[in-house]
């Protein structure tokens, strides 16, 4: 990389590949939007070794697995579109394993999906999706 280069990502932040970088300033953006929202942010990327969820968070006595899906254009779908059966599966093992991490409490929960909409690299649109998809089977809680 030459210095031009780290210089620019140095004042700006964007460091390493573009669309890594789209997807941080997309979770970034949802967190904020569902703070103002009501609900309450408590974790970022959780990962087990059977997935990983983007930002989980509580909803009155509710608990919230979120998918944030960013991107700078709808040209060909939505960007929830990409929540296929294969991520639901993978979004609903990690939630099973957070479950499990702390403490099997009985609870109800949800998934839900953000599309952060980019131009210019900065935020255009945001959609909170609640409720999307429930847990994939032959999965079960409870």
């Known amino acids: 990389m030459n210095l031009f280069k780290k210089l620019k990502a140095h004042f700006t932040g964007k460091t390493g590949p573009e669309h890594l970088w789209h997807g941080k300033l997309g979770e970034r953006a949802a967190r904020r939007y569902l703070k103002k929202q009501g609900l309450k942010f408590l974790l970022a990327n959780f990962r087990s070794r059977r997935g990983e969820i983007d930002l989980i968070c509580r909803d009155a006595d509710c608990l919230v697995f979120v998918e944030v899906k960013t991107r700078s254009s709808e040209e060909w779908t939505r960007p929830a579109a990409a929540v296929d ?46 409720n999307t998809f429930f847990l994939s089977k032959p999965y079960r809680y409870g």
Do not use: M, Q, W
Not at 98 to 120: A, H, Q
């Open 85 to 130: 059966a294969a991520k639901r599966r993978h979004l609903s093992l990690a939630a099973l394993d957070y479950l499990r991490r702390i403490g099997n409490p009985e609870i109800k929960f949800r998934f839900d999906i953000v599309e952060v909409l980019l131009e210019g690299g900065t935020v255009r649109e945001i959609r909170h999706l609640p």
